[in-house]
């Protein structure tokens, strides 16, 4: 009874955006024993799949979306210390390698996609703004990442999205990584143009493209 | 060019909340943390502000295929400013920003904690937002006072004036290096929190509407009232 408290505890805390209520339950459930991946699956994850929802379908805006997230993360971090001293295990859902393209200097819009996105469970790497084709490039490279996310809050930095998948082209990475782009200016009919395989007009649609794109559930 | 300086800049918690693209009637309903947070923001943001308008004002000698040419030979071009400043005699091209330190900060604090960082982002827009509305109701007035009529406000970025081809006319005409205002070569402002506009004068022009009623996002976008001058 007490776990299904806990469990519905830790779903509230991240619906009202409250971490310390959020850690609070998450710190009971590793006191009792419980199993961190189920307080994980069944309490954290249905919260914030609640007010993605509520934000795509404007009911809720970004700052209840960034808060949620936020608290999500404090009590996964909790949780994860856990999971990995009792070697348990969650399942992997990807790596992402996050940037705002060389020219644009924004930098919230693609935080606040890297915070969902770890708040889903996602491995993120975060390089910054101002992130040339190269750097790119290097970071495919380097991290290997399933998806990479780019920004671009203005039509005119908007092309160096296009530059970057070329990129990829003439290196031989295309095929390697999706590509999702998204920010202020960027739409769905220039992803396509430009051949992306993604794009999210927000945080929450970009996490859902990410997750269709890699198949991950829920 | 000169310089106008404005007095304290007029806005509150709600636009901090519209300015992080909430709608703070239900913000404050629901969460009274994102609210405190706006307010600790506000405060500790204000400090930050370095409010600056550059504006020149210069006569229209002629229109010519959507081009509108100014005392001294720069120029506007465009459907847009065809349109709406056809009829002007005179031209007053703004800038205004509220300068970078804020936003330093807000990128710093955005590292640790994203909530209050985007806070901190909503005041810097919420306060150039302020700003070009005073600067715009300032010149309004004036050119009322004179007996003449003011366009709307028409900035670069809206249908019909691409921000690649009115952000360099502006800046043309402005020079805005001298209040430490770049255009980068992807035709981006720094300081972040600034923004463009011209206003044209004559004795009668297309007054009403609003600035969003010409913005490809009118139907998406959650910012609208913060972009709205009639609401701000
Ligand atoms: C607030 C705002 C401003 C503010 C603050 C700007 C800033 N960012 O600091 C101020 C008032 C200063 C401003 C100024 C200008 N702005 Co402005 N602004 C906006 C507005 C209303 C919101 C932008 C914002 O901050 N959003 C909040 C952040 C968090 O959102 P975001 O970065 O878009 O990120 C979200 C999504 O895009 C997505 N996302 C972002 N990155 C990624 C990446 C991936 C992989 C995925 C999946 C998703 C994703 O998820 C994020 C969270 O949901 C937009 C319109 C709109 N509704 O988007 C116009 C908008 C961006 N501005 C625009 C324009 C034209 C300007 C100006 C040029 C106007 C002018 N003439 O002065 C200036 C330029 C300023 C400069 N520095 O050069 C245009 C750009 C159009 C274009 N052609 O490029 C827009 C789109 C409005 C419009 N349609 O006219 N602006």
Redesign the interface.
Known sequence: MIENDLIAELKEAVI???PEKAVAAAERVVELQMDPVEAFESGLKPGISEVGEGFAS?KL????L??SA?TMKAAAKVLEAEISRTGTKRSEVGKVVLGTV???????GK??VA?LLSSHGFDVIDLGVNISPDQYIEAVRREKPDVIGMSSL????AKELGIVISKLKEQDLREDVKVIVGGGAVTSSYAEEIEADGYG?NAELGVRMTKFLLSVEG | MPIWKSQDLDFGVDAV?RG????PG??RE??P??VD?AERALEEGTSLLEPTTLFRELDVETLRHERLILDGGSTLSGTLIAEHLGPADRVISILCTVGDALEDH??EV?QE???Y???L?GVGSAAVEALANAACKHFEDQAVELGFQSSIPISPGMVGW???KGQPEIFEILEPEQVNVQL?????M?P?KSLTMVLGLGPTMKTGGRTCDFCAMRE?C?YQDHYDPHHA
């Open positions: 009202q955006g409250i404007g805006y970004l700052p209840d960034v808060l936020e060389q020219g644009d200097l924004h930098d919230i935080t606040i915070t203005l039509t005119v930095t007009q | 909340l992080q693209g909430a709608e239900a913000i629901r969460s943390r994102l947070l807000a990128g955005s904690n994203i909530v960082g985007l806070a982002d691409p921000v690649e980068t070569e992807y035709g981006l720094k972040r998406t959650r």
